[in-house]
């Protein structure tokens, strides 16, 4: 479905082609494939057997949540991964948070949802991800999007973005996208507030809705640039 804009495609009111992109991932890495080989995507359905890869070596490895181990994946059921620029994996879950993937190590650090509104992330439930130049990464949960510092200086905490009752603040985040024709934006994909177009460096946001826009639907899953 085409928004009213040129440069941005917004699947809405059913499944999107980028939900599509976790069972690529998956099918993908039986094959051979590595997750260098594989775009990112999120999907709405969940993988309840943990995180399966295959190494350089060629050896595959499934990893799973330990319940006496800190270091292991924070829960079983995986609905996004994303590659940041060095080279670990972040790792989405149903309401176990987010996880950063070493494959040096292979070791997880995990990041627990924290709906008290503190410094983690405002919900455990992670849908979308997202690398920006500055070396953060966006997050979208289902009760809004957060931003983390992914440097050593960041100190794990959360970021809540446009967090008011005029924003995301407690907005299901199902997609986040950006596009070199529209620099300092962001475009999320939301259930039922349609797509938000957000402003970074002054953290205001645009919605688009069926009311106000061509979007012929207000549950946004995915959003790709042309």
């Given amino acids: 479905d085409f928004l009213q804009s040129q440069h941005n495609w917004a699947a809405t009111g059913g499944m999107a082609g980028s939900t599509m992109k976790a069972f690529t991932v998956a099918t993908a890495i039986e094959?051979?494939?590595?997750?260098?080989?594989?775009?990112?995507?999120n999907s709405p359905y969940e993988f309840p057997d943990g995180l399966t890869v295959r190494e350089p070596s060629?050896?595959?490895?499934?990893?799973?949540?330990?319940?006496?181990?800190?270091?292991?994946?924070?829960?079983?059921?995986v609905q996004v991964i994303?590659?940041?620029?060095?080279?670990?994996?972040?790792?989405?879950?149903?309401?176990?948070?987010?996880?950063?993937?070493?494959?040096?190590t292979r070791a997880f650090t995990r990041y627990p949802g924290d709906p008290a509104g503190g410094a983690g992330l405002p919900s455990g439930s992670v849908n979308a991800l997202l690398s920006d130049a500055p070396g953060g990464l966006w997050v979208g949960t289902t009760a809004g999007l957060a931003r983390l510092d992914t440097s050593p200086e960041g100190g794990g905490?959360?970021?809540?973005?446009?967090?008011?009752?005029?924003?995301?603040?407690?907005v299901s985040v199902l997609s986040i996208a950006q596009s070199v024709l529209t620099p300092g934006m962001l475009w999320i994909g939301t259930e039922?507030?349609?797509?938000?177009?957000?402003?970074?460096?002054?953290?205001?946001?645009?919605?688009?809705?069926?009311?106000?826009?061509g979007l012929p639907d207000d549950t946004v899953y995915g959003v790709l640039p042309d």
Avoid: I, K
């Avoid at 094959?31 to 995507?41: N, P, Y």
């Avoid at 949540?65 to 829960?75: I, K």
């Avoid at 994303?82 to 040096?104: C, K």
């Fill in 192 to 213: 039922q507030r349609g797509l938000a177009r957000l402003d970074v460096r002054t953290r205001t946001t645009r919605f688009y809705t069926t009311r106000n826009s």
């Fill in 157 to 170: 905490r959360f970021e809540h973005v446009a967090s008011g009752a005029d924003g995301l603040g407690g």
């Fill in 31 to 41: 094959e051979g494939f590595s997750l260098r080989d594989s775009f990112q995507g």
């Fill in 82 to 104: 994303h590659e940041g620029p060095d080279g670990r994996l972040w790792v989405g879950t149903l309401g176990s948070g987010l996880n950063a993937f070493d494959p040096r």
């Fill in 58 to 77: 060629g050896a595959v490895r499934r990893y799973r949540h330990g319940t006496a181990d800190p270091h292991s994946l924070s829960g079983d059921y």
